[in-house]
């Protein structure tokens, strides 16, 4: 089973910007997905980002044109770069992994996701 360890999180003021990485224990495996989901209360994650096993990224609309998703092979690490920071943006931030359907795309329901990280916690003040 392969292990995810979260990192990079913290405060910022309105407007500022954090990066988040996701270090995993080897590499992703072919028609592997990786995503970043937020919990804000209770026990539902919502997706904000995915990348499918050929780089292509998907975003949760309340944070496209300011979050970034992106992976570095070599590293086994999942980066997500947010900007222009709200206080809407504060939560628990985890990443996962997923099997991508036909080799592309990502599941969008976090129970369809398998593997989980420990989460990172973000809050963005105003």
């Known amino acids: 089973q392969i292990q995810l360890v979260e990192s990079g999180g913290g405060s910022a003021q309105a407007g500022g910007s954090l990066m988040l990485s996701c270090a995993a224990s080897?590499?992703?495996?072919?028609?592997?997905?990786m995503g970043w989901f937020r919990q804000v209360s209770g026990d539902t994650r919502d997706i904000i980002a995915s990348?499918?096993?050929?780089?292509?990224?998907g975003y949760a609309a309340s944070v496209k044109g300011r979050f970034t998703i992106s992976k570095d092979s070599a590293k086994n690490t999942l980066y997500l770069q947010m900007n222009n920071l709200g206080p809407q943006d504060s939560g628990n931030y985890y990443c996962?992994?997923?099997?991508?359907?036909?080799?592309?795309?990502?599941?969008?329901?976090?129970?369809?996701?398998?593997?989980w990280g420990q989460g990172t916690q973000v809050t963005v003040t105003s």
């Open positions: 990348l499918d096993p050929h780089g292509t990224a």
């Open positions: 080897e590499h992703i495996p072919e028609k592997g997905c």
């Open positions: 996962a992994t997923a099997r991508s359907p036909y080799g592309w795309g990502c599941p969008g329901g976090g129970d369809e996701w398998s593997d």
